[in-house]
T-cell receptor, first 116, second 112 residues
Framework: ETGVTQSPTHLIKTRGQQVTLRCSSQ?????VSWYQQALGQGPQFIFQ???????GRGNFPPRFSGLQFPNYSSELNVNALELDDSALYLC???????????????FGPGTRLTVL | KQEVTQIPAALSVPEGENLVLNCSFT??????LQWFRQDPGKGLTSLLL?????REQTSGRLNASLDKSSGRSTLYIAASQPGDSATYLC???????????FGQGTRLTINP
């Protein structure tokens, strides 16, 4: 059983640029959630994808967008980068069924994004 | 709006001590509560998950309790070791989406 992987590990961008972060779910998982963790803070929920559809969104502007692919891997895209977007971006995968009990979420190692 | 608070923000204890980390949440309508461990610059490792209908969970030297009515959880670590040094995060799962609301964490240092 493979774990959750994320790429790249680190990334440096300048203000105004666009970035794409990638996440491969754990085998058998159909749900991916993305979180932003600023330095010294707890992670904050960005959005979740379930079977290729956005299933919920946190308090983040539309320039944060995502995709989930048929193999359940996922991308997080951020446009018009701002200095405050500098953070550790975490993805988590899980297996859930509609109406069923939520399953444990397994987190990847994260991508450290620095915006200069 | 659900808010999660962890006290203390940082804790330093000598090796071998038993210790308790605290977590409180403002809305008792949760699906479950999880405790995570995070090493510096790394992702999260799930330690214990307590469903809303449960009172506690144990794994090795770790024991977590949940009192939903008072909005509190504790993580008890027995016989602490230097390898336990990390940041410990508490999170509650809310809503029909598997959304986790996290506290800011307790940074734990175990001194040899």
């Amino acid at each position: 059983e493979t774990g959750v992987t994320q790429s790249p590990t680190h990334l440096i961008k300048t203000r105004g640029q666009q970035v794409t972060l990638r996440c491969s779910s754990q085998s058998g998982h159909n749900t991916v959630s993305w979180y932003q963790q600023a330095l010294g803070q707890g992670p904050q929920f960005i959005f979740q994808y379930y079977r290729e559809e956005e299933n919920g969104r946190g308090n983040f502007p539309p320039r944060f967008s995502g995709l989930q692919f048929p193999n359940y891997s996922s991308e997080l895209n951020v446009n018009a980068l701002e200095l405050d977007d500098s953070a550790l971006y975490l993805c988590a995968s899980s297996s859930q069924t509609r109406g069923g009990l939520p399953d444990t979420q397994y987190f990847g190692p994260g991508t450290r994004l620095t915006v200069l | 709006k659900q808010e999660v608070t962890q006290i203390p923000a940082a804790l330093s204890v000598p090796e071998g001590e038993n210790l308790v980390l605290n977590c409180s949440f403002t809305d008792s309508a949760i699906y479950n509560l999880q405790w995570f461990r995070q090493d510096p610059g790394k992702g999260l490792t799930s330690l214990l998950l307590i469903q809303s209908s449960q009172r506690e969970q144990t794994s090795g030297r770790l024991n977590a309790s949940l009192d939903k009515s008072s909005g509190r959880s504790t993580l008890y670590i027995a016989a602490s070791q230097p390898g336990d040094s990390a940041t410990y995060l508490c999170a509650v799962e809310v809503g029909h989406v598997q959304k986790l609301v996290f506290g800011q964490g307790t940074r734990l240092t175990i001194n040899p």
